[in-house]
């Protein structure tokens, strides 16, 4: 505050010697200086003092201190001023930086400060956000994601108005999905299909794009033709956190084996007609010849 003066008069019958001496009401002390601390006043004269403030580690409140003039010169020692110094709670404001744009497996250390040094607050204002730890903040999905930074303030301290930082957080991508259906495969025969890696919970489905066969069961590749090759993609399926991810596996048609069965002839006239039987595993039509 603004230094104020305190005048005194000396009306008595000769000069006199004066000191200042300064006592505090009880919690802050040393905030005031009466100047000079100590002078002469001559007859029928008068002075003044100046009374001077220091803040320095002076809490916000009222508080009080009390000055005392004295002389041993004087019949109406001592005179005493009392000065009353009241401090408001000072303001303060939060600087709190966007984080920016997000994916979903990030951690971010939230950081901001008070213009009073206090340690400021954060709280997930809306989406799928979660803090741990005071200043750790992960997610739980994709979306619009509000954090809040709060001071509330103490003694000294008026509460800083709170801000809010908005920022968007993406699906992050899946690591690579491992793809590699057994290769050649028989015709007729049935492949249980599986993958390796990929991120997430979202399942993982098969599909042909080319080639003859088929998925049967969701996880079978049955190959409907001996030759050429199958061409089978395994998706996985986004879910919250994860995009969906796709690999491509090839498998060569092979022509399958079969036997022929065909039971063993006896001896024969040569005037003989005999009717030939055969079967062959495949369901084919056998055919026969004199070797």
Known sequence: PAAQSVAMTNVGISGFTYTNVITYSAG??????????????????????TNLVDLAGVSAGTHSATVAVTSVDATNSPQTVTVTLTVGQA????????????????????????????????????????????????FTGAGTVSIVASQAGNGNWLAAASVTQSFAVAKAEQ???????????????TNGLATTGGSGT?????????GGGSIVGGTNLVMTTGTGSVVVVATKA??????????????NCAKAGQAIAFGAIGDQFWTNRLGLAATASSGLGVSFAVA
Do not use: H, K
Not at 40 to 46: D, F, I, M, P, R
Not at 98 to 107: H, I, L, S, V
Not at 202 to 210: D, F, K, L, W
């Open 28 to 49: 802050a002390s040393g905030w005031l200086a009466a100047v000079p601390g100590a002078g002469t006043v001559a007859l029928g004269g008068a002075t003044a003092w």
């Open 91 to 138: 303001a303060q404001t939060i600087a709190f930086g966007n984080p920016g744009a997000q994916e979903t497996t990030n951690e971010v250390g939230l950081s901001a400060t008070a213009t009073s040094g206090l340690a400021v607050t954060f709280a997930v204002g809306s989406g799928p956000g979660s803090i741990a730890g005071g200043t750790n903040l992960t």
């Open 175 to 189: 690591a690579a999905l491992g793809f590699a259906p057994a290769s050649p495969q028989t015709y007729g025969t």
């Open 202 to 210: 979202g399942p993982v489905s098969y599909a042909v794009t080319s």
């Open 238 to 251: 986004a879910d919250a956190m994860y995009l969906s991810t796709a690999a491509t596996g090839t498998v």
